[in-house]
């Protein structure tokens, strides 16, 4: 379990990152600032796996899955979030998708090529 309530926290270097990319170049942001990012974001996801626990234990599933995390989106009141998520996770999706097949083929020609060789010796 966690000995100490910082353990929660999502690491500084992530937040930093999702800072500079939000705000214009130039912009600074002070070291109390982040860190009172970082517990927001902190909260904000142990609240939303949280909800997402009870939605899915009330369906009787051991584990959350992206159905039960935009329901708790919803019931959490952060509808805004659910559609930009949604289309987020298909882009995702199909990158994943995209890559494998890319494997696949890769490993397909790798073994045609290695055949072919085998053959002519």
Do not use: C
């Not at 600074?28 to 996801?45: D, G, H, L, M, Q």
């Amino acid at each position: 379990m966690v000995e100490r309530i910082e353990d929660l926290n999502l690491p500084n270097a992530v937040i930093a990152r999702l800072i500079k990319e939000a705000l214009p170049d130039g912009a600074n942001v002070s070291k109390e600032a982040r860190t009172t990012i970082a517990r927001a974001a902190s909260v904000f996801v142990i609240f939303l796996t949280s909800t997402s626990t009870t939605l899915a234990r009330k369906q009787n599933h051991k584990t959350i899955n992206t159905a039960n995390i935009l329901d708790a989106l919803k019931q959490l009141e952060f509808e805004s979030f659910v559609e930009p998520l949604t289309r987020e996770l298909e882009v995702y999706r199909k990158v994943i998708k995209d890559k494998k097949e890319k494997s696949k083929k890769e490993i397909s020609a790798n073994a045609d090529n290695n055949s072919a060789t085998k053959e002519t010796n």
